[in-house]
Structures are given as structure tokens and as C-alpha cells.
């Protein structure tokens, strides 16, 4: 059931570590059990698989740039998009995605996430294409399940690209950041309703990629996720 509230009572901001409990209750009620690489990976069904996948927001939320859906009469959280500012790695080194599954995952599903976000991002190297040092890059996407349908999905998005263009402008400058302004901004959308949320807020689809192409425990995503969001896109869009 959908609860009713007004658009008008709904502030997009920037997270602040006051709503970090709340910020990532959204992923428990609603990200962990809905998206599809977590059905494909078993997390929805995998308490400890969330728990590792809610340290990587955690740390993500630190960076700044991540946007929170308020709902100004109650002060509650309603939705979030966990955002990351992405650079080049060395050459030798690995990536933070990489680290992170390799020294924080103890679980095979939060593993097969992270597979599939390295293997996704191994499929269009941004920075060479786009000519571009740093882009933003939105992680994960979630609104809690009552209060779907007043496009609060959208509208973290839209607010998302915006903080991106202020960063690039100079209008707003982060605090012990030592990457340079995004010039770009990225996301994997798992499901047709992002899709449609990337769509409309104006992001170019690059690359589809069919959920069949992945595997875990002998069974692809698709199996798990069924026909309905049949694959991911990794869309971008520059400012």
C-alpha cells in the first residue's frame, strides 16, 4: 500500500550524518529486497550479504555526494541515492570496488554485487571515452516501498546532476576531497523503473547488458529476477 504525501513536503538535500540510520534503513526495506542484482545475488534473502553491502553505503555516504528524499512534517527519510565521485585507478592498483569485495565482503552475495558492479564498469571505460578525470556515479538508487509513485526516484536523480554541475562550476566545493570536479555522471539502472527514471531525467543508454550474463550459485540473475527487468543499462550523461 502507497502512503499519501504531498510533493510539496518532500526536500531533496544533501545527506547529513544525522539521517545516516535512517539513510540506510531505505537499502534495508527497500533496496536489498526489490533491486534486481541483489535478487540475482540472493542478498534479498541474505542477512549478513546486507550487512556487508550497508558498510560499502556507509563508507560511500563520507564522500559527500550522496542525495536524501526528507519528508519535511516528520523529518523521516523516504528515498536515496547513494553517489560516489570515481576516478582512474593505477594502472597496477586496484579499484575501490575491487578492494572493498576482496578485503570487506564476507558473504558470496555481497561478492556477486560487487562482480557485477566491477564486471559493468569493465564494460565502458568512461574515462577514456568521454575524455573526462572524475565523474559521479550513482551507486544506489533506493525510495522506501509505501511512498513509490510521487517521484521521489526522479527527483534524487535530478538533484544528483545538479550537485554534479555545482561541483564542476565551483559553486559548491567538498571538504577534504582530493579528486576533481565530476564532468560527468554515470549510473547502472537494473530495473525498467530506473530506467525509466534515467530516461526522463535525460541520461543517454550506452550499453545494455542482459541479466542472463551473470551467474550465481549455477543460476543466471534472470532466473532469480524473472522477465520483467530483463537487463541493466549503463547510461550517462554529461554536464
Request: charged share 20%; net charge negative.
Amino acid at each position: 500500500m502507497t502512503s499519501a504525501v504531498s510533493s510539496k513536503d518532500i526536500e531533496i538535500l544533501r545527506y547529513e550524518d544525522r539521517y545516516q540510520l535512517q539513510s540506510l534503513a531505505v537499502l534495508r526495506q527497500s533496496f536489498f529486497l526489490h533491486e534486481s542484482v541483489c535478487i540475482g545475488s540472493e542478498v534479498n534473502v541474505t542477512p549478513q550479504a546486507q550487512d556487508d553491502l550497508e558498510q560499502l553505503c556507509a563508507e560511500v555516504l563520507a564522500g559527500g555526494v550522496t542525495m536524501i528524499a526528507r519528508h519535511t512534517p516528520t523529518d523521516k527519510i523516504l528515498g536515496v541515492a547513494f553517489n560516489i565521485l570515481q576516478t582512474p585507478k593505477h594502472q597496477e592498483g586496484a579499484s575501490y570496488f575491487e578492494q572493498f569485495r576482496d578485503t570487506k565482503c564476507t558473504t558470496d552475495s555481497s561478492r556477486s554485487v560487487l562482480n557485477y558492479m566491477i564486471a559493468m564498469d569493465a564494460k565502458v571505460n568512461l574515462f577514456e571515452q568521454y575524455g573526462v578525470s572524475c565523474f559521479m556515479d550513482i551507486m544506489y538508487l533506493a525510495t522506501l516501498p509505501t511512498y513509490s509513485g510521487h517521484g521521489i526516484a526522479t527527483r534524487l536523480v535530478e538533484q544528483s546532476v545538479q550537485l554534479a554541475r555545482d561541483l564542476k562550476n565551483g559553486t559548491i566545493v567538498l571538504e577534504s576531497n582530493d579528486k576533481p570536479p565530476p564532468e560527468l555522471i554515470s549510473a547502472l539502472f537494473s530495473s525498467n523503473i530506473s530506467q525509466r527514471v534515467g530516461e526522463k531525467v535525460g541520461f543517454t543508454f550506452i550499453k545494455e547488458v542482459p541479466h542472463s550474463e551473470f551467474v550465481f550459485r549455477g543460476k543466471s540473475f534472470a532466473d532469480r529476477i524473472g522477465r520483467e527487468h530483463p537487463s541493466s543499462q549503463i547510461a550517462v550523461l554529461v554536464i
